[in-house]
């Protein structure tokens, strides 16, 4: 039985999420706190719905890996010899070992066959054999059913170039769900871009929600980033479209004197567009976000997408990478725009750090409620409530 307090949050939730936007309010401080909520977020959110854990480049060719986690579980997403893509477990069958363990194993390569390091056992990695046991030293002499030893399969689905994947295996395809957003975004060709670089900040001292929430509107450009993003993507003129379900978007225009707001040591803001783009993609930035966690950047020259992963009640992983157009890695100073494009996210960062921790130590107090309402620019927070909402109390719109 629910104890009383995580029932009281799920009522409250449940209160919140029906409000109307005119009326909205930020969810009660214990929602980001406290560990019972936390730990039925994990059970109905994050192993219950689909993450994002990378792009396709990341596994563009066949025996292309890339060492992952999703909800706290080790994973592995490979491309088999016939170009198809299978995410595994990477938790060896015989005594539980990490086959990929980050002390030793590089977050990217390219192998034949997976082989825990402990005892040497090996799994294919061929169709519908991936995951399946080929090889296990010195078992001979003992009862046991090699064919019926595999890792264990996740479900996966590429959606615009983006792998995620799925716990849940009565959860509905990803790729319905999200049709408006895919129409939004096909002028950026996601599929088609490259990894440019990736970066991560762990153990950051907050709660998952604090940070998705931050980075899902730009209302607070115009305290937290005063001077950086605000004088390039005036918040203040930034339209939220209007959508329901899991997924939000929305523009900022660039400010007029945008082009003249040189990076550090004269670095270029733009570096190679991203070929197609309308008018509208090549005069703002588009924010588009996917619950529970994901949120995009789109800007003429790159995309960036953001995974906040909760470690626990107060504490996440920020996963940060950026996308650029294939040709670019072949232009002379691709090296100098992506060291320039990370000083750049590093200042935003450490910015959005700030926020972030001073509103989780405000939430440690346990404060009353705010009485506050959210602006216009809130509206992906009020969605976000009503996902949350629908994932973990079956109200408001979990779709």
Not at 79 to 99: K, P, T, Y
Not at 129 to 142: D, E, F, H, N
Not at 214 to 242: I, Q, R, W
Not at 310 to 328: F, K, R, S, W
Request: hydrophobic share 40%.
């Amino acid at each position: 039985m629910l104890h009383d307090t995580l029932h009281a949050l799920l009522t409250e939730l449940a209160r919140i999420s029906a409000l109307p936007l005119e009326r909205g309010e930020t969810l009660p401080a214990r929602a980001y706190t406290d560990e019972a909520f936390h730990r039925l977020e994990h059970d109905r959110v994050f192993r219950g719905d689909w993450l994002c854990v990378g792009h396709v480049d990341q596994v563009a060719r066949p025996g292309d890996y890339l060492r992952t986690d999703a909800a706290g579980e080790p994973l592995v997403v490979t491309r088999d010899e016939d170009g198809h893509l299978h995410a595994l477990s990477r938790v060896c069958r015989h005594r539980f070992m990490d086959i990929l363990p980050p002390e030793t194993a590089p977050e990217q390569g390219s192998l034949e066959r997976l082989m825990c390091p402990y005892h040497t056992w090996t799994y294919r990695l061929n169709g519908e054999y991936a995951g399946q046991l080929a090889g296990a030293p010195m078992m001979s002499k003992v009862d046991f059913d090699r064919a019926a030893c595999r890792l264990p399969r996740y479900r996966l689905e590429v959606w615009n170039g983006l792998l995620m994947v799925c716990a849940a295996p009565e959860a509905p395809p990803l790729a319905p769900q999200l049709t408006g957003l895919a129409e939004r975004l096909a002028p950026y060709g996601l599929a088609d871009l490259v990894v440019a670089y990736t970066d991560r900040w762990d153990g950051v001292p907050a709660n998952w929600k604090v940070a998705f929430e931050n980075g899902s509107e730009n209302y607070h450009h115009m305290g937290t980033h005063a001077g950086t993003l605000d004088v390039l993507v005036p918040g203040k003129d930034t339209v939220v479209d209007e959508s329901d379900g899991r997924w939000f978007s929305m523009y900022t225009p660039f400010a007029a004197d945008a082009a003249d707001a040189a990076g550090e040591d004269g670095a270029p803001m733009v570096g190679t567009l991203i070929p197609g783009l309308g008018a509208r993609q090549l005069s703002g930035m588009t924010v588009a976000g996917v619950f529970p966690n994901l949120v995009m950047a789109l800007l003429p020259d790159s995309v960036t997408f953001v995974r906040w992963v909760p470690t626990g009640p107060v504490t996440h992983d920020a996963l940060v990478t950026v996308l650029v157009p294939a040709h670019a890695k072949r232009q002379p100073l691709f090296e100098a725009y992506v060291e320039a494009s990370r000083r750049q996210f590093e200042v935003i960062q450490n910015e959005d750090l700030v926020a972030v921790r001073g509103v989780q130590r405000g939430l440690a107090t346990d404060p009353a409620p705010s009485g506050g309402r959210f602006s216009h620019l809130e509206r992906p927070l009020w969605q976000f409530q009503r996902y949350l909402a629908g994932r973990l109390t079956g109200a408001g719109s979990a779709a």
